[in-house]
């Protein structure tokens, strides 16, 4: 059991106030601060502060792996660190994306290895051979678009901007309103050549503008979305893309959870996420960087319908589970007293203090305690862990 120190990563569409506000930092920050990295991610693992001397996480963890993982977790993930726990704070949009299943990234790992494509090619859509699924709780409100909606919902947003332009394409979902018309409304959007996408573009932005200054529409959210994307990325075909997409707003503590294929983007907010430790992404708009036509719809589920939002599942002791499917990890939320919540688990585990200060406690007599903003590392041979506060604390573990 130690205390994490933890990375951040300045990303340009970060707050500047939100993680040096958790942290206890000076703030506003000299620069954006977009996600605080907890975990063994390669490219910026965490530092375990211990009597010893510091250690990165990862190469504790490639030194022991079955008693820093647990062997199931060892034997299910080659010994490799399952999850990346952040704290994400989005001032700004992100880019369009989505994220393959296991076996997707497998096989274009080894189809682009074998390609001789060099991992550092901005072209390169596998960086490695693992699935990303992704688990985001609102910490503050938090904005997302998430997964294709529904087909009549997205004919009548589209269809309520009266763009005689879109006609034609609307006839692609409105004629078939199912996954396959979805498809191929989506890959017709992104696909438009750029002497047309322009004045279509320009249009829509132009209707937007119409329906939110009018504010009768029901879209107005959605509308008012697609004004701020085409400011941030003008000229993008992805811009009228995201009117086809599910408008969520979370409210703190409820979740979603983005299965492999789902289309997404975050809009602001901050908020605690969980993923599969990969760096595998497709994007589909939104972005200046790298959009992979051909692989994304391969990735991408054309699934339509509405977004389900976690509230989470109680459990014993004020503990709130966020359930997924995923094998990688498993969230929960604690809202602790006084008295001592038995955390003790099998597998790796990462506790973040988000509110108050808590204690962390095992039974050999080793004792920590946390405040806002820092975390704690709890590896598997931990025995008789328990955690106190007054605190709300995120524990984040294997999923197994």
Not at 149 to 158: S, T
Not at 160 to 181: F, T
Not at 222 to 246: C, F, H, K, W
Request: aromatic share 6%; glycine share 10%; charged share 20%.
């Amino acid at each position: 059991m130690e205390l994490m120190r933890n990375r951040i990563r300045p990303y340009a569409w970060g707050s500047r106030t939100a993680i040096a506000e958790l942290t206890g930092a000076p703030c506003p920050s000299a620069h954006p601060q977009a996600e605080l990295w907890m975990g063994a991610h390669p490219d910026d693992p965490s530092v375990l502060v211990g009597e010893g001397g510091d250690v990165s996480l990862l190469d504790a963890v490639v030194a022991d792996p079955d008693g820093m993982l647990g062997e199931a977790v060892a034997s299910k993930f080659d010994g490799r660190f399952p999850f990346l726990l952040k704290v994400l704070a989005a001032a700004e949009p992100l880019s369009l994306q989505a994220h393959p299943s296991a076996e997707l990234a497998r096989r274009g790992f080894d189809a682009e290895e074998a390609a001789g494509v060099a991992r550092s090619d901005p072209s390169r859509n596998y960086t490695d051979p693992w699935a990303k699924p992704e688990l985001i709780c609102a910490l503050t409100e938090f904005h997302a678009l998430c997964g294709f909606a529904d087909p009549a919902h997205a004919v009548d947003v589209l269809r309520g901007l009266d763009v005689a332009g879109l006609d034609h394409y609307l006839a692609l979902l409105a004629g078939q309103r199912d996954a396959e018309g979805t498809r191929a409304l989506f890959s017709t959007l992104i696909t438009i050549p750029p002497n047309a996408v322009s004045s279509l573009l320009e249009a829509v932005l132009a209707a937007c503008v119409a329906r939110v200054r009018e504010g009768v529409s029901p879209h107005v959210a959605q509308y008012r979305t697609a004004l701020e994307l085409a400011e941030r990325y003008p000229g993008d075909a992805g811009v009228i893309a995201s009117l086809m997409l599910n408008r969520v707003t979370l409210q703190p503590g409820q979740a979603l959870y983005l299965h492999s294929g789902n289309l997404h983007a975050y809009l602001s907010g901050t908020g605690i996420e969980i993923m599969g430790n990969s760096d595998n992404v497709l994007r589909g708009g939104l972005t200046p960087k790298h959009v992979d036509v051909p692989e994304l719809m391969r990735v991408l589920d054309f699934t339509p319908g509405p977004v389900e939002i976690l509230g989470g599942q109680a459990a014993p002791q004020g503990e709130v589970v966020y359930p997924s499917p995923a094998p990688e990890f498993r969230l929960s939320r604690l809202q602790l007293d006084a008295r001592p919540h038995d955390v003790t688990h099998p597998g790796p585990q990462v506790l973040l203090v988000t509110e108050g200060d808590a204690v962390v406690e095992t039974a050999d007599g080793g004792r920590l305690a946390v405040s806002r903003g820092q975390s704690v590392w709890i590896a598997a041979r931990d025995r008789g862990v328990t955690v106190s506060g007054p605190a709300t604390v995120f524990r984040a573990t294997d999923g197994l």
